[in-house]
Each structure stands twice: as C-alpha cells, then as structure tokens.
C-alpha cells in the first residue's frame, strides 16, 4: 500500500541499461523508500542482473518474473507506476525507435527514459515523460525523485501520453510520412 512500482518489461540485452538502474537503485531508495522495481522478462543479461541484486542487497525490493506468457503480461503492465527505459547511449539506441514507451503510454502508464535518440522522438520532456542524461547515474536518480515529487502532473503526464500515441503513432499517420519517400524514389529510379 502506497508503494510505488518502477517497471521493465522486455528482453535483459545490454543496451537496455538495466544494470545502470540497479546501480542507481540504493540512492533511489535513500531518497523514496517506498519503492520497488519489477522486472518482466530475460535475456542475456538475466544472470548478469540478478547477482547485481544480491552485490547491492536488492533482494526485497526488485521483483523477477522471469518471462512471461503474452496472454499475462498485461496483468504485470497493470501492476507498474513508472516504467523506466535506461537504455544505454550507443549507436543502436541513437539510431532506432523502440517499441515499448509506446506500449506504456498507449495504456496510460507514465515513463522515464534516458535521452538516446530513440527515446527523444517519442518523448517530449515533462509533457508524455520525464527524459534524462543517458550514463549518468546522477541524472536518472534526479530525474525519478523530481518525477516522484510531482505526481500532481501524473494524470495530465497519461493523457498527454496516451494522446501522443493515439494522434502522432497510427497506422495513417506513420504511412503518410513514409509516402513522399516512396513517391520520389519511384520518381527518380521508378
């Protein structure tokens, strides 16, 4: 009760910056005691992250699931206050958009992110979520506590998210900015 529950749900990879929330996670409980993170998922970091939870003595507040059949996941989408998106600045994560902020704000869930490429094109800072440095331990753990004491904007932070899905990542809008593409590549090598 009255706990707060950051979230992952996907595959433990290296560049999702996993590792970097853990080790952000004892200055984060120092200042919100009353939180906890719930990872869904595996990967090859699986092993890597679960003994980082024991090395920093994480054990009663980060929650494994492991994976999960699809049919269940979204139970532990309904279970996540924050979810928090890490990932690491590299050209991956510079270079491609990923999937899973907009899965959160399509149901109405708040999200954090580091400021990778990907992550900016989707996320307007302190509008559809809260944006910070990627690497840097400090900014996210500012960055969660600054998003923790201001959960009167929360409401207006999920329909700003949910809106931004709804108008700006559908199918005729996403075809739209792809067709004058198409149209002038058939023009000149048509």
Known sequence: EGEIVLGFI???YAYEGIPFILDAFPEILKRQPNISLLLVGGGPQEQLIKDKVKQLHLESNVVFTGRVPHDQVQEYYNQVDIFVYPRLAMRLTELVTPLKPLEAMAQGRLVVASDVGGHKELIENQRNGYL????DKKA???TLS???DNQSHW???RKNGRDFVEQ???WPVSVARYENV???LIKKFG
């Open 10 to 12: 996907g595959s433990f």
């Open 132 to 135: 910070f440095k990627a690497n």
């Open 140 to 142: 996210l753990v500012d």
């Open 146 to 148: 600054d998003f923790l």
């Open 155 to 157: 409401e207006e932070m």
């Open 168 to 170: 700006q990542r559908n």
């Open 182 to 184: 198409y149209t002038q």
